[in-house]
């Protein structure tokens, strides 16, 4: 096979990633919002946290919110472009999260974000949705 080299713009295009995450994240936020305020739950929506706007990326989830009943929720949220099978990235953080708090963890799949955006949720494990592939590989020395 041959592998064939081209310029690539690869901090531009994690710019434009991160930008479009970010608005997929602030879309969810609003609509975890307002789904709480339309079910009489206002005090629960003051409540709701975009954990990854104030803590910082690393707690494996983007939001902190709630059921209506109160129960938590904890969302992860990924947004593209493409149609609603195109491949996302998700941290090993993201998939520990997700194992280890099973009945609060959810994904928010936002597709088609820029023209129509649609959404779904896919609840753990992921590997029962998606095929999991490991794209990058840490090298640690012996």
Known sequence: MLHIAAKFDVAGRDERNRAL???GEERVLAHLRTALRSAGRDDL?????????????GAGYDIASFAPDG???????????GWERTPFHITRNELAVAEERRAEW?????WNFSREPKAFELRPPLDAHVSLTATTFQASFH
Request: charged content about 40%; some cysteine; proline content about 0%.
């Open 45 to 57: 929506a003051r409540k709701v946290r975009w954990v990854s706007e104030e803590d910082g990326d």
């Open 71 to 81: 129960r938590a929720r904890l969302i992860e949220v990924k947004t593209t472009n």
């Open 106 to 110: 959810c994904l928010f799949r936002l």
């Open 21 to 23: 995450g970010r608005a």
